[in-house]
């Protein structure tokens, strides 16, 4: 065998070596690019096109959250692995930090820096999909743990423990009529606590210009008067509602933002 | 060509050429007319002999897999413990508050985003800085977790080579340079960090903090590839993240130095090295110098330093310490 021959051989084997590493790298993030599988940011998580570019995949969002919100993406999830998303059913995000940590912790500006409180978050829209479900619209109340005894997602209660949230499976509800989204709603807890004289921190400016999300009656039925959650120009999609409602699958759900779809 | 120009095209996978012989210096000259003559038995002896002993040294690779292990669990630690003294991952980081980003990251960022904001910058220069005052590629022995794995792998890929199971095919070392740069443009054209998604350095580190996932079964695929079919194959021929370190340290005071002199030439150091093109100075009648670096391909990974049975390969650090 000529030397030629040797090196055209050693040229057509690396060839094949290095088409498999890129092909494996695109294929690797086509799933993502194409959007196939969608799921909530962190806070302040730019446009997805930008998210995917900026991300460092460093998990230091993951890290600094008090209720640990954000997990890293898969190989199988689809959304570009090491990518930090937030499952609202298992655990939203309840801004406990009050200071936006997983926004401040981003080396890159994946999550941008241009927003600092909560209520500049856009995270996802929150839909009613199944009002037929909703206790509220059954004109039924809810006792006990909002998502039973074995849920282990926890949830910042202003008047228990400012700075350490608790697992839901240690706060048991009696209601008359069940207005859990609304009650729970970081949004909306923190109008009350500006209204009250007292916003979170002390400052004025982490009080929220809009509602976003209010219990709207609907009439009576056998079981008393009816009621619906209905979302408002306030909300960010933060998916507090989603993951505390008692229903199974939930009436209220997060659908993330889309990417554009683009390759190039 | 320059020593510089010469390790840096070795580095992009050119392969090493036999010096020319005007350029040798008269002590090289003389030494290597003193190694070429012919070496009575109980010198052949005694320098097998000194190459046996000296084979299972492993000063170096103890140390330096403490250190590997260490930061890496470092890492492990700060996130479980939640005492934010090591954040995030080696990818980027922050070290007691000081911003930290892996220089390949950190590019495929800055070229797919096209913006970069002030903790990235201090993050890349800080880190740049810190692995040119180490050595470059250090951080490919010292830190990089697939090259403990892939350490391991290789020493049962010599296990099965010599019992035949296994073989070494021989890549062109051109390819990483290749690899790097469509990379490069990949980040740059898609606008997406293409190369993130396959990087076992990210994968594994993410997996050891955040918790194990199914990428690494990527990582094993490369690992099972090296070890029956390719000798260090990703190392070597493929992970941009070595080249662009390779390249920072082209230029470091910390180098892993020859000494013509006493050396035999016998080749332990080239049988232990992950770039051996790099010690190919240490063939007879190849150094022109009496002391000479070795080049930016290095990872000063100390193999070669354990394992020379005439101390011939030593650790320097330019400016400090005196030339022997």
Redesign the interface.
């Known amino acids: 065998m000529s030397i030629i021959k040797i090196s055209r051989r050693?040229?057509l084997?690396?060839l094949a070596?290095?088409s498999a590493?890129?092909g494996?790298?695109?294929l690797?993030?086509i799933p993502?690019?194409k959007g196939w599988v969608r799921k909530m940011r962190p806070p302040g998580a730019l446009h997805e096109?930008?998210f995917?570019?900026?991300?460092?995949?460093?998990?230091?969002c993951?890290?600094?959250c008090p209720v640990d919100a954000i997990k890293?993406a898969?190989?199988?999830d689809g959304i570009?692995?090491?990518t930090p998303y937030i499952a609202a059913r298992d655990q939203a995000c309840d801004f406990s930090c009050d200071g936006l940590q997983c926004v401040l912790?981003c080396?890159?500006?994946a999550l941008t820096?241009e927003i600092n409180y909560a209520h500049e978050a856009e995270m996802a829209v929150a839909k009613v999909v199944a009002p037929t479900r909703c206790l509220a619209a059954q004109g039924k109340g809810f006792k006990g743990f909002a998502r039973g005894p074995e849920f282990d997602g926890k949830l910042r209660y202003n008047e228990i423990d400012r700075w350490n949230p608790i697992p839901l499976n240690e706060h048991p509800y009696d209601l008359e009529s069940c207005d859990l989204c609304v009650r729970m709603c970081p949004i909306e807890i923190r109008i009350s606590m500006c209204e009250a004289g007292t916003p979170p921190s002390g400052e004025e400016r982490q009080c929220p210009p809009e509602h976003a999300i209010q219990m709207v009656s609907t009439g009576v039925s056998e079981s008393g008067y009816t009621f619906l959650p209905e979302i408002l120009d306030g909300c960010v999609g933060c998916g507090v509602c989603e993951m505390i409602c008692p229903v199974d699958p939930p009436v209220i759900i997060m659908e993330a933002y889309p990417g554009s779809g683009r390759?190039? | 060509m320059s020593r510089l120009t010469q390790s840096l095209a070795q580095l992009f996978g050119r392969s090493p050429t036999k010096p020319d012989p005007a350029k040798f210096s008269e002590a090289a000259v003389r030494i290597h007319e003193e190694h070429r003559k012919r070496k009575s038995k109980a010198e052949v002896l005694a320098i097998h002999e000194a190459r046996e002993a000296q084979a299972k040294n492993t000063f170096w690779r103890r140390r330096r897999w403490t250190v590997l292990i260490s930061v890496n669990l470092f890492f492990v630690a700060s996130?479980a413990l939640?005492i934010?003294a090591l954040?995030?991952?080696l990818?980027?980081?922050?070290f007691v508050g000081f911003?930290m980003?892996?220089l390949n990251?950190?590019l495929q960022?800055m070229l797919?985003?096209?913006?970069v904001?002030i903790?990235?910058l201090i993050?890349t220069i800080t880190i740049a800085l810190i692995w040119w005052l180490l050595g470059g590629r250090t951080f490919c022995a010292w830190i990089c977790p697939y090259h403990l794995l892939a350490e391991w792998a290789e020493i049962l890929h010599l296990k099965l080579r010599a019992k035949g199971w296994a073989m070494d095919?021989?890549?062109?070392r051109?390819?990483r340079t290749?690899?790097w740069l469509?990379?490069a443009a990949?980040a740059f054209?898609?606008?997406?960090?293409?190369?993130?998604?396959?990087s076992p350095t990210?994968?594994l580190s993410?997996a050891l903090?955040?918790g194990p996932?199914?990428?690494l079964?990527?990582v094993a695929l490369i690992l099972l590839f090296e070890i029956f079919f390719s000798r260090r194959?990703w190392c070597r021929?493929?992970c941009p993240i070595g080249l662009t370190y390779g390249l920072v340290g082209a230029t470091s005071p910390m180098k892993v130095q020859y000494h013509l002199e006493g050396c035999f030439h016998d080749g332990a150091c080239r049988q232990v090295c992950l770039v051996p093109h790099a010690l190919e100075i240490t063939k007879p009648q190849r150094a022109t110098e009496t002391h000479l670096d070795i080049g930016a391909d290095c990872t000063r990974c100390g193999r070669c330093v354990e394992v020379c049975p005439t101390q011939s390969l030593t650790f320097e650090f330019k400016g400090l310490g005196q030339k022997k």
């Open positions: 050693k040229f084997k690396s070596f290095g590493v890129v494996a790298a695109i690797g993030i993502a690019i096109d930008q995917l570019a900026s991300c460092i995949k460093c998990g230091q993951v890290q600094v890293l898969d190989l199988t570009g692995v090491g912790a080396p890159t500006g820096h390759i190039f | 996130s939640h934010n954040e995030g991952a990818t980027g980081s922050r911003h980003a892996d990251s950190a960022v797919a985003f096209k913006q904001l903790n990235l993050g095919i021989k890549f062109d051109g390819m290749w690899l469509i990379f990949l054209i898609s606008s997406y960090t293409v190369y993130e998604t396959i990210g994968i993410r903090i955040y996932g199914l990428a079964i990527w194959a021929y493929a």
